[in-house]
Every structure is written in C-alpha cells, then in structure tokens.
DNA sequence: GAGATCGTGTAAAACGTTCTCTACAAGCAA
DNA sequence: TTGCTTGTAGAGAACGTTTTACACGATCTC
C-alpha cells in the first residue's frame, strides 16, 4: 500500500478528525467539549454524536498547554498511612462523577523529596492540588498555592493563599485524656511524632496535638504527671518509644498515641516486656484506621473522619479550579472517641 | 506601571527564556536537556547554566505534546492493600534517582473504573505503565500496551505487547500446605479471592494460587479434605469466610488465605465463636505485610518480596520506555514462608 | 427602518516543547 | 585545490488543544 495515503496506524483521534467528520470548526467542538456558552442544542448533539462514534477522547497534555488537564494531585508522604487511604476515599469519592482525575504522588518523608514531587506536578500542570500534611517548607507550599489552587490537609496553619482542612487534634488529645481520667489513671504518657518548627509550620498537628495534651493535663491538674515523648509513627518507632517509657523509673499506667501504627509499636514493647493490654498498660491510638478495629488489636482509638476531610477537601478544591470562590478558607472537623478493649482502668498499686 | 512593559507577574520560565538567556536557540536547549547528541561541552556548560540561573524547569505538558512527559503511571486497586504499598516502594525506589516521576491511580474494583484509570494515564501521555493485578479485561490491556510500554503484575497471563512480574503463587500454595501438613493437619481450607475468568485472564494470581494449593493437597493425599471458599479480601469478606467454614459439619483445622487482611477477619469470626488461635485453628495469611507482624497478630504469611517485584518491574519498564530492549520479558520471583505464632498442631480429636 | 444587541459559529493565533532539516565550518583524503 | 565527512548549531514545522477576535444573521428597541 502507498505509505503517503495509508493512515498512520496508531495515530490517535483528535479534535480536528472529530471536526472533520462532523463538518464544523474545532473551536466548536472544543467549545461542547467544555460546556463553554455559545453552542446550540443541535451543534452539541451532532458534535457529541461523533465524538462517540470516533470515539474520540481528548489529549491531556494538549490540553495542558491552553487550559485545564483535568488532573488533581494528591500528596502524601506514605501510602502505608491507613489514615491517609480514607482521606483518599474521600478525594476520589467526591471526585467520581466528575471529568477530574486523581493522581497520587507518594514522595517519601524528606522535604526535598516532598518538594520534587509538588514541583512534578505543577510541571504536569495539574488543575488543583491536595497536600497532605506537606512536610515541605511552609514557604514552598505559598509559593505553589499562589499559582495552583491548593487545599492543605492537617496543618493548622491558615494562610490566604490555600485552603486548609483540619481535625480538631487539641480537642481529640482532650477526649482521651479526659476518657483516661475517668477510668482512675493519672500517669498518662503521649507519644507522638516530632513536631519540627524548622520549616516553618507552626501549628503541625502533632504540635495542636501536644498542646491539647498538655492542656487538658493541666485541667486535671495533672501537669507534673504529663509526659511527652517523641517516636517516628511506626511499628518500630512506637517499639522504642514504649520500651523508653515502660522500662523508665515510674512508668505510666496508659499511653496515648498520635497514630495507631505507633500504639501497636508499644503493644509489641509492653509484651517483649510480660505486660499485659489493657491490665497493666491502657493504649490508645489516633485516627482509627482499619488497624484499631481488627479482632486482635481492639484498640481505643480517636476518630478524624478521614473520609469527610477528603470529601471536604475536594469539595472546596474544585471550587477554586472553576473559580467560584477566590477567597481562602478553612474547615475543622471534630474528632470522636471509639472505645475498645485496649482501655480500662489501672491496677490497684 | 505601563502595563504592556511589565512582565505577567506568573509566568514560568521557558524554554525560549534560557535560549534568548544564553544567546542560543531553543533547539540547542532542548538538546542539552534531552542529553541528546549534536552539543559541544561549551554549549551545555553555558546553557546549564543559565538553566540554573533562571530555575528553568521544563513544562510537562508541553513536553507531552512531542516527546516523553517523564511520568509513569502505576495503577492499583486500592491503596490499602499493604502489599502494593511495598511494591510502591520498590518502584520509587529505582526510580528516585531518575528523571521520572511516579505517579499512582488508584482505581477501585471495578473494570471500568480501572479501565478509565487507564485511559487516564494514557491521555495523559505517561511515558510506561505498571498495572498491579488489574481488573480489566485482558484485551483493553493488550490494546494499551501495543501503544505504551507496560508492565502487569500479579497475572501469570505472558503475552508479548508487555511484561510480566508475577510470584509463584502456586508454590506458594505448596508451601502453607507443607507446613501446615508437617504439623499434623488435614482439614485445611483455602479462602481465596474469587478468580473470575470472565475478563479474560485465565492465570490470576487467585487461579494460580488455587491451583497450587489442590496439587499440594492431592500430592499429599488430601484431595478428599480440599475446600476452597471464596470471599473479597477485606476483613469483612474473610469474616463471613470465616463464619461459614468454622460453622460447618466438619470445620477445617486450619485455614490459609490469599491476603493477609482476609486472614484477621477470619481471626474475628474465630475469636467471635470462642474459638483461639492457633489452639483451636491454625491460620495462615498471605504476602508478609506489615500487619502480619503486628505483635497482638503474630500471623504465619508467604512473602511475596514485593519490594523486589516494585523494582524489578521498574526497571524493565524503563528499558522499554527508552527502547534498550523491544521483546516482553517475564520475571518470576520465589515465595518464602514466614512462620509465627499462628500456626501449631491440632488439637487431638 | 436604523441601529443596537444577541446568539451562534469560524479562522487563526497562541501554548512550550521536540524533531527534522538544512547550514556551516573544520578537518581530512585525494 | 576539490570533494567528502564530521561535528555543531539553528530555522521552522509540528504536536492537539484552547482562546481571542471577529463575522454574520436574526431579533429587539426606539
């Protein structure tokens, strides 16, 4: 067959092959393409008509160059997160029916490594992003979220460049202590991550987390009891920690911890160490991932409705990639407490 | 200020900006960035520099249109499932000093959905795909590697528009019923994920797995005792799972799963009937997650090496991407079992 | 009935890259 | 010298969209 007429095999669909069959402009067609004003009920119909028959879909990246990519981007540190999954859940329920896709970059825990990855999509030209508790300088996030619309997650710091959405950490840390009290315990312990001012977040939620610790220690009047330890938030991080506290000169009769996957770190330090949960040691987690429900951890646990935070987050995001709000806000959601066997009240000493 | 002279406040630099920078055309700058050949040592020099200078980065989307866009897409299920996440990691892992930018669909269950998810990626002009276990039919997948490198993993399916990453499941079958043999049971049932065959894969990782745990049973003289029992790997599929089988006329002594998390729901509905592991049943997960660890769980898993499956798929995307190899590949890597505190001998009838 | 307005459609210019040519100079062989 | 090769650089087209500016006819307003 002549090379010069036979089509190029694998060449994709495009607008003007779409504009062709139906025998009108490709303005016109990228006009029905996005909704735009200025298309009569019959344009549209045709031009939807063999959009379906070509099958056409359009070009993101082309698209990229003018307008939108239809493209969210969400960041996170970790995927391991089972937190962070229902906050996903969330992003992609909301999103569903939309034309949007989200796409996830899992960056890691440095913020160079956090950084790069925000600055890829921004590269990709992405429409909106999510960011998860960045652990990026809070000056990078401004810089992006002033040409990217941007909502951050878990930072309590509000800024009027992006939008942000919280759980009430200082109120969460109160529910427990609170709970913790009223069982009869006194020497109650936090563990939770670093809270690093270096990067200029003020307000992290292991910060509003520690401070609502403290407070509502105080307000018990339990301040010389209060006891802050700091552990990355892992199996092995919570293991240390708890060996820390449980071998220490009076150690604490419960722990509370500011993620569950930490707390199941010190389970495993009480047991190397012949304690029993919850009869000499009462553990509480933080966010009540799937890991707190299942039967043989049963831990008491702080729920954050990571699902309504993604839901919300998305919500609020795509009002600003289609510019119907253009000023910054936030939204607070409050924590509640799920009690389960790894709580109960001390042993008599 | 005059309007017209001043520079849009937001503008990204370009490409042509560090050519009229460095008093080169833009042609020689794409070249330096793309490595390609046809430039002096004086010309990168001098045009890295300016790259630096001006904190040039090159716009993805744009890129797209022409060339690579650097990205590639990994699709899975759902986030949750921890195993991916270590296959996410093995992927990051050889890419993290590479140009590329992973980024991560996740698509939920269903076909089209996933199917979407793909289409997604390729609009969006990713350079290579790696597929975990999807569902969609095989020829969707077929038709989308014919155009863009990919990488499947999970099927045993080979075909030669992609490569494969696959474990030996049916080995690691073998092994759980070996072990669970060696100490003495008869009675063990398989909990697996339904392998439906209606897409068009006729080797999943459920297939496959099934398949060795029969041959494992026959070899043993236990064909009799073989029970499969399908159920959604999830903590409430391996409950219900868990109810039916240990609520039946001859409970198994001991019940392997396909996924860890199936394994604990099947842990719930045991510790629900007042039935304890491993005295009473012997419980075996699958893939070695983190969860498996846990100290309050102590579940004997088959480790899949995920971290390894990640890389290795990494890497021979990127052969094809950058075309150093133009025929499929298959990779095969060796399960090993992992024993904990799950698993013991039966109880004597 | 003149002008203004409105609704619908198109032509053509962007957008920021890569890629295919072509040009040119320098070096080399005859 | 002539012709050939080689290495380097640039001009300009192409990629598939969106967007801007404008044209045209129909309807409205006075």
């Keep these: 067959m002549d090379r010069a007429t036979a089509p190029r095999q694998n060449r994709r669909v495009t607008i003007t092959d779409v504009a062709r069959h ?33 099958g056409y879909r359009p070009h993101a990246a082309a ?16 995927v391991r997160n089972a937190f962070f999954a229902d906050i996903l859940d969330g992003v992609q329920d909301e999103l569903r029916t939309s034309e949007y896709t989200v796409l996830i970059g899992a960056a890691g825990f440095g913020p160079e490594e956090q950084a790069r990855t925000i600055r890829s999509m921004v590269d990709r030209q992405m429409d909106g992003l999510i960011l998860i508790a960045p652990g990026t300088p809070r000056g990078e996030i401004l ?7 941007t ?3 878990g930072h309590h710091d509000a800024a009027d460049s992006h939008d942000s959405v919280v759980d009430a950490d200082d109120v969460g840390a109160g529910l427990v202590v609170d709970h913790l009290v009223s069982l009869g315990h006194r020497d109650i312990a936090l563990v939770s991550a670093h809270g690093t001012k270096a990067n200029r977040w003020k307000r992290t939620p292991e910060i509003v987390l520690s401070d609502g610790y403290l407070e509502a220690m105080e307000r018990h009047g339990l301040t010389d009891h209060a006891r802050v330890h700091h552990a990355a938030y892992s199996d092995d991080g919570g293991f240390k920690a708890g060996m820390t506290l449980l071998t220490a000169d009076r150690p604490p009769t419960a722990v509370m911890t500011g993620a569950d996957v930490a707390a199941l ?9 012949g304690l029993r949960i919850p009869d000499d040691l009462s553990l509480v987690g933080y966010n009540n991932t799937a890991l707190a429900a299942l039967a043989p951890v049963q831990l008491t646990s702080v729920d954050q409705a990571g699902h309504t935070m993604g839901s919300a987050a998305a919500r609020m995001l795509i009002e600003r990639v289609e510019g119907r709000r253009d000023r910054a806000m936030q939204t607070t959601m409050t924590p509640r407490l799920v009690e389960r066997g790894s709580t109960t009240a001390p042993r008599a000493r």
């Design 63 to 78: 698209r990229g160059m003018r307008g939108r990519t239809y493209t969210i981007g969400v960041l996170l540190d970790n």
């Design 151 to 153: 909502v951050v997650i």
């Design 265 to 273: 770190g010190i389970y495993r330090a009480a047991h190397e160490l």
């Design 22 to 54: 139906a025998g009108v402009s490709t303005a016109a067609v990228s006009k029905v393409l996005r909704n735009a004003y200025g298309v009569s009920p019959a344009m549209r119909e045709k031009v939807t008509a063999v959009i379906s028959e070509l």
């Design 143 to 149: 810089t992006t979220a002033a040409s990217t619309p």
